[in-house]
Structure formats: C-alpha cells, structure tokens
T-cell receptor, first 109, second 110 residues
C-alpha cells in the first residue's frame, strides 16, 4: 500500500533562512508526487509536481527514488510562505491521491 | 480555470441525522474524491469515483456512502451522523497533473 510521511508537523524558520519540508513515500510502482499548499482561509491548491520539474514561488522539489524522498526546498523564506504544506502521491489506475499529514510552515519576521 | 464547488461552507447537524454534502466540478473530470481534514491527521480519503455510478472505498469509508449520478456531481452521505464525524470535508476532482479542491465544508455534529 502507498504511504506518504511528513515527519514534521511544524517547522519554524526566520525570514530569509532556507526552508526544507521533508517528505518520504512508500510505493511499489513508479510514483507521481506533488506538493499542495493551503494558505490561511483558502482552499488547498497545487504547488508543484515532480514530473514538470518546475519552480513555483521559489520552491523546488526533487524526486530521489533511492531515498524515496521528495523534499520541498526554498533558499530564502518569505513571510507569505507561512501555510500548511502537504506532500501527495498519485497512484494506481484510478489516480488515487494519498496525502501526508501536512507540515505547518511558520516564517518568523 | 477549474472550479470545484461545495454546496455549503458550514453545516451544523444533530446526531442521527442523515447528512448530504454536495460537490460539483465544471471541467468534465472523470475522477472525484471526498476527503476529511483533521488537525494532526492530514487528509484522509473517504471515497472516490472514477466514473458515473462507479465508486471505490478510500481509507476511512465507515459511516459514509457516496452517489455519482452525473459526471459533474459527487455527493457524500452520512447515513446517521455522529459526533466523531465533526470535521472539515474536502471534495476534489483530478486529472493526472493534479487535483483541484473545493473550499471545504466544515461540519459540526451536535
């Protein structure tokens, strides 16, 4: 069965400091991984997906199949990055999406 | 721009009531999902549907059922609401490039 693990419930960093939100996955097939973000009082939205290898709002994430990880990184945190971040795995023929428990990022001014 | 709309933002229901949560998407997506979101537990999949009248159980289907009579509409049904079903419910529709979420329904069962 697929599983997504986000080991940190809360991550606090100072503005301008680097950010790394950790995500590990367990899946026997070829994974498709995503990061979603939920800002305060807004709906959950897609941030980025590994297959597109894009950078959104300065965030990047690299899929490491050897370590089964998909960590989200940003070199310099901004206050507006404060939000809840979810790592997600797409699996199976029905495109079932499994989420981690989420990490709350708090950027301290 | 994909829009996923949930019929209610807030609901308060009594224990034992039958509760319907409605979700509509406007992008002709085949796959639709219902999750509940609880602090410390993340998003947990209740049910999903990959076509009209087709449904699959997710990770926590007990106490819930679903209905998909039309492609654009996916309903979550609480047969007999209980206090432990107090939660935020999120509907989503998806293609392989990502899922699109509704604004959520905060259900309180008293």
């Amino acid at each position: 069965a697929q599983r997504v693990t986000q080991p940190e419930k809360l991550l606090s960093v100072f503005k301008g400091a680097p950010v790394e939100l950790k995500c590990n996955y367990s899946y026997s097939g070829s994974p498709e991984l995503f990061w979603y973000v939920q800002y305060s009082r807004q709906r959950l939205q897609l941030l980025l997906r590994h297959i597109s290898r894009e950078s959104i709002k300065g965030f990047t994430a690299d899929l490491n199949k050897g370590e089964t990880s998909f960590h989200l990184k940003k070199p310099f945190a901004q206050e507006e990055d404060s939000a809840m971040y979810y790592c997600a795995l797409l699996s199976g023929g029905y495109q079932k999406v499994t989420f981690g428990i989420g990490t709350k990022l708090q950027v301290i001014p | 721009d994909v829009k996923v709309t949930q019929s209610s933002r807030y609901l308060v229901k009594r224990t034992g009531e039958k509760v319907f949560l409605e979700c509509v998407q406007d992008m002709d997506h085949e796959n639709m999902f219902w999750y509940r979101q609880d602090p410390g537990l993340g998003l947990r999949l209740i049910y999903f549907s990959y076509d009209v009248k087709m449904k699959e159980k997710g990770d926590i289907p007990e106490g819930y059922s679903v209905s998909r009579e039309k492609k654009e509409r996916f309903s979550l049904i609480l047969e007999s609401a209980s206090t432990n079903q107090t939660s935020m419910y999120l509907c989503a529709s998806s293609l392989s490039y990502g899922a699109f979420f509704g604004q959520g329904t905060r259900l309180t069962v008293v």
